[in-house]
């Protein structure tokens, strides 16, 4: 086996998108891509999400691992601002194999159904992303491939930030490389995880990432300079138990706003607009398919594991405890 294993963490900045009218919208939280390279070759994990982005994530590859090779890169989760570049970095490194579990590159595939692109990144970020789109390569089902002898090891801990979500361990410097299942400084997407079992099954799902012991856990979002800390996992439960907690006293998404950004724990977290935007989609919004049921049957689609609605324009996930009244 070839010498200890060594990891930098690279951070796309925020990135402004659009909403669906066209018009500014707000920033994309800062997504992190972590390598991990040992004596001659290298793993990225996740890409970001426009070219420009992609380019600069290559170029910082290129500086930190000039005379290794790049072998793999793997993805954490089937979102797209996670594996966008794959396309792109193929081009620059070639010869890399983009892997990930069956669970991820079904959710990747139903990322880019037409439908549903056309009224998310399509609608967010036009003509910045190239949708020459390169899935991942299927892991075998142990989730292990390996790095010059050093065993890296895909774990699948369920729903996070979405369904069949993983993270990479790297048992050998004890290093979790976790994508969304585990934030930053960063406000975390809640408007996927819909119900109060959803929530539960995030809170379980790093509770398994802190059965492994890992020493160093880097988060999927983060601000950059930030260490990649242990104290990420329990601040990510924090997270979503305050949540919970204040979701059920807010009258409204701006009381919501206010109690979690009142309290000290959260309120240097970046991107408050994701905190109202997973309010808002499981009230105002969810108020609003239980009154237009009749009309909404109609334009109910599934894709994959997820339904959606047609909602202002675009289509938006439906919880299954909304899927009851359709
Ligand atoms: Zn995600």
Known sequence: MSPTLRASVYVSAPA????????????????????????????????????????????????????????????????????????????????????????????????????????TYGVRFPGQIDTNFVLAEPLPPNGEFT????????????????????????????????????????????????????????????????????????????KAGEVDGTWNLQASKEYIRAFEECFSKAKDATEMYELMMGSERFSTRFNPSVLKYSYLEKTTRFTSLKLEKADLALKVTTIGKLTYVAFEGRLEEVADEVDHYL
């Open 16 to 119: 402004p998108f659009l909403g669906p009218d066209g018009k500014p919208l707000g920033q994309w939280s800062a997504i992190s891509s972590a390598l991990i390279y040992s004596e001659h070759e290298a793993v990225l994990v996740d890409t970001a999400i426009t070219e420009a982005q992609n380019v600069a994530l290559a170029d910082w590859i290129e500086q930190t691992v000039p005379t290794k090779r790049l072998a793999y890169i793997y993805i954490t989760h089937g979102h797209a601002d996670h594996w966008l570049g794959i396309g792109y970095l193929k081009k620059r490194f070639p010869g890399v194999k983009a892997v990930a579990t069956k669970g991820t590159i079904d959710h990747m595939r139903e990322q880019i159904q037409p439908e549903l692109w056309n009224s």
């Open 147 to 222: 790095l010059e002898g050093h065993v890296l090891q895909a774990v699948e801990v369920g729903h996070s930030d979405t369904h069949d979500s993983t993270i990479l361990w790297v048992p050998s410097i004890k290093l979790a490389v976790c994508g969304d299942v585990v934030y930053g400084d960063v406000h975390q997407q809640l408007r996927y995880a819909k119900t109060k079992a959803q929530r539960d099954e995030w809170i379980q799902a790093i509770e398994k990432v802190e059965a492994l012991g890992p020493e160093t856990v880097v988060p999927g979002h983060k």
